[in-house]
């Protein structure tokens, strides 16, 4: 079944991409060499602290990195499109139609001045020419679909009259109003309180179990991950170190780095022993230490580990990128 | 009609105040003809400095014509010049605040050292200035107060401009694939515009009282075209004898000066989308 699940087409592939802000002996490679995969009605789980790069992983692939970066090798496709060799012109008119984005503060990712209505309409007057009558009967047809009451009268209204999780719901209509083929969700839940990020995550799901769409699911929290995501990329410091399904990552987690996040979080079945916190801080792009970039921190460091790390195989699908995986055995 | 039905004209009552005053200003304006009971050009030199009487409700001036029709053809003069020159003002600041904030750089830095030049001149100066080299007529007044307006209007449209532009439903805009120019309208323009609206009502109290005074120091309206400015002007003289020469376009120009305030500070309180309700 997992050998199925890797054959079925990918909505998006990432390979070897890397991204780095500015020029010459002064660039800072913030992405390195990163490889991801999104099967179609997959949830993928990227996970890594604040400064791991993700979020400027998931705007190259939304082709809207800020001034002064680029992607400097790698290739992005979505399902099949090579989206690096297109023009700005043509990302563009596929930003907001086949990939949407679900922005992690919805209130202030929704402009004041306009009516929640016309604005979850907006998508499909730009992309698809409907006119704004037929925009906004759809819109309050999304709106209803994600479980706003009172639909008709709520697409009246201004961005400031909703609740917090009512304006992450409008955002997530939005991203759904054409349909795309990948969503992603850069910390949506983050500025949620837990029942309304509970609510959030079902709705989620069930897109991905009524429309076939896959989803990009860039988080810091662990919780939100096992309970949500099929399959997990843990980032740290621009480059991917453990990759798996959601379970194996949780049961056997395979990098020192996975582990410390898993021991810095706390949960209700866990000994009452107090977390454990990764010494030290995240590396700044040059003063990366040479080979693993996690050695610097790691407890179980060894000299070798100054070596370029390689993938190594724990279980089906599951990769590490710490050297030290098989002595260590995931113990943690 | 919904929206009037709406509308709390009690809570905006300095703005109904105000809408009443601007509005008794624009009625009298386009009605002119119609309204006054006399042409403002006539002269009676049999009735000359008239107190008010039943036949002159407000006297007559030192050439013997009504000056209640004069007040009344003026405002046309007010109205006209301040439309004229607010617009001008506000499709040239907007143009060029907007431009600058958008491209940012050497563009930016030109076009706002270019409007503190203007800036730093006082307005009335300005004026003098820009009439003494286009020469005085009435159109030239309008042009020289346009172009006093320009750099508040572009640094207003400037600021806001900036300011949207950092907001994070901009960069929510470019994730749903829109381009420059609908950023520029749909996203930026609703959050530019409300500023400018009430700049505008504001500019406007000030383009009659600048008409006014280029007027009264005769490089706007000549004579014998009413203006309030060049009314007062001749009004000056007969202090004494005649003052309702003096105090009827005085009236008449502090509480049109004083409704477009009124109207300008109502429009910025109801317009907040944040005090929407």
């Not at chain 1, 949780?250 to 010494?279: E, K, V, W």
Request: net charge negative; glycine share 8%; aromatic share 6%.
């Amino acid at each position: 079944m997992k050998i199925e699940a890797n054959k079925r087409s990918s909505t998006l592939e990432i390979e070897n991409l890397s991204v780095a802000f500015g020029q010459g002996s002064k660039s800072a490679v913030v992405v390195d060499n990163i490889s991801l995969k999104i099967g179609k009605g997959e949830i993928v789980g990227l996970i890594g602290e604040s400064g791991s790069g993700k979020t400027v992983a998931s705007l190259a692939v939304l082709g809207m990195l800020p001034r002064g970066a680029k992607v400097v090798q790698g290739s992005i496709k979505l399902t099949n499109d090579p989206l690096l060799e297109r023009t700005d012109d043509y990302r563009r008119s596929i930003r907001g139609d086949r990939i949407a984005l679900i922005p992690q503060d919805a209130l202030r990712s929704l402009n004041p001045t306009g009516k929640v209505g016309y604005q979850v309409g907006e998508p499909l007057n730009l992309h698809r020419s409907a006119s704004w009558a037929f925009a906004r009967s759809k819109a309050i047809e999304l709106l209803r679909s994600v479980n706003l009451s009172d639909p008709e009268l709520r697409s009246e209204e201004y961005p400031h009259q909703f609740s917090g999780g009512m304006q992450q719901r409008a955002m997530i209509a939005m991203g759904l109003s054409t349909e795309p083929e990948l969503l992603i969700a850069d910390e949506p839940t983050t500025a949620l309180d837990v029942t309304v990020q509970a609510q959030v995550l079902d709705l989620l799901r069930a897109v991905r179990d009524q429309h076939d769409t896959s989803i990009l699911f860039i988080t810091h929290d662990l919780g939100v991950v096992a309970n949500l995501c099929d399959r997990v990329y843990v980032m740290y410091s621009g480059a991917i170190v453990e990759e798996g399904p959601v379970d194996q990552i949780f049961s056997n987690p395979s990098h020192p780095y996975t582990q410390g996040l898993l021991d810095a979080t706390p949960r209700i079945h866990g000994a009452m022993t107090g977390l454990t916190p990764i010494p030290g801080q995240i590396p700044l792009p040059n003063k990366r230490p040479v080979g693993c970039r996690f050695s610097d921190r790691c407890l179980f460091a060894l000299p070798q580990c100054a070596s370029t790390p390689k993938p190594i195989t724990v279980g089906d699908n599951h990769i590490s990128y710490c050297l030290r995986v098989k002595e260590l055995g995931g113990s943690s | 009609m919904n929206f009037l039905s709406k509308f709390n004209w009690i809570r905006h009552g300095l703005l109904t105040i105000g809408i009443m005053i601007v509005g008794t200003v624009i009625v009298a304006a386009l009605t002119a003809p119609i309204i006054s009971p006399y042409s403002p050009y006539d002269l009676d030199v049999t009735m000359m400095l008239q107190a008010p009487s039943a036949d002159h409700w407000l006297g007559t001036d030192e050439l013997g014509r009504d000056v209640l029709s004069r007040t009344i053809f003026a405002s046309q003069i007010s109205i006209q010049v301040a439309l004229v020159a607010v617009s001008v003002g506000v499709i040239g600041g907007t143009i060029i605040g907007v431009l600058a904030a958008y491209f940012g750089g050497v563009t930016d830095l030109i076009l706002m050292r270019l409007m503190e030049l203007l800036f730093s001149f006082p307005a009335i100066l300005l004026a003098i200035v820009l009439m003494a080299s286009l020469g005085t007529s009435i159109l030239n007044a309008m042009i020289a107060i346009g172009i006093i307006f320009i750099p508040g209007f572009a640094r207003l449209a400037r600021a806001t401009t900036v300011e949207a532009m950092q907001q994070q439903y901009i960069e929510a805009a470019r994730s749903v694939g829109m381009s420059h120019s609908r950023i520029l309208i749909i996203e930026i323009m609703p959050n530019v515009i409300t500023p400018l609206l009430v700049e505008a009502a504001v500019a406007f109290a000030y383009a009659v009282l600048l008409e006014s005074a280029l007027s009264f120091l005769g490089l706007g309206a000549q004579p014998p075209e009413p203006s309030w400015g060049n009314m007062l002007n001749t009004g000056r003289g007969f202090m004494a004898q005649a003052p309702w020469l003096s105090i009827m376009p005085g009236m008449a120009l502090f509480f049109c000066v004083l409704g477009f305030n009124l109207l300008g500070d109502g429009l910025r309180d109801m317009l907040d989308p944040h005090l929407r309700d």
